[in-house]
């Protein structure tokens, strides 16, 4: 049975970073997927695909609100996958998840929420200014 499991979410200043981390089990290393890192605001029900990485290839895509501050990767070994997130502002402040997911599109790893079933039970991340 899959299962993902965040952690490192916390309160931080403007400026600073955090490096959140997603522990995924009971899936097959030798398969291929989708990682994703989303986000949610509280109030708004959508979340935010901010962070991708295709397992095949170590490919990575990012949103464009996050493009140069977050940086996803991946240790097979420990089958965990990190979003390192800097230079944080207020707007990122939000719930963070991880899914597990298997939609492409154009080699791309599609990041809507909906394109996911697997999901972890969220970390929260607060920045203050």
């Known amino acids: 049975q899959v299962h993902l499991a965040e952690s490192g979410g916390g309160s931080v200043q403007a400026g600073g970073s955090l490096r959140l981390s997603c522990v995924v089990s009971?899936?097959?290393?030798?398969?291929?997927?989708?990682v994703v890192w989303f986000r949610q605001i509280p109030g708004k029900e959508e979340r935010e695909g901010v962070a991708g990485i295709y397992t095949g290839q170590d490919s990575e895509f990012y949103a464009d609100s996050v493009k140069g501050r977050f940086a996803i990767s991946r240790d097979k070994a420990k089958k965990t996958v990190y979003l390192q997130m800097n230079a944080l502002n207020a707007e990122d402040t939000a719930t963070y998840y991880c899914a597990l997911g298997w939609s492409m599109y154009g080699g791309r790893c599609l990041m809507g929420q909906h394109d996911f079933g697997y999901w972890g039970q969220g970390t929260q991340v607060t920045v203050s200014s």
């Open positions: 009971g899936y097959g290393s030798s398969g291929s997927g989708c």
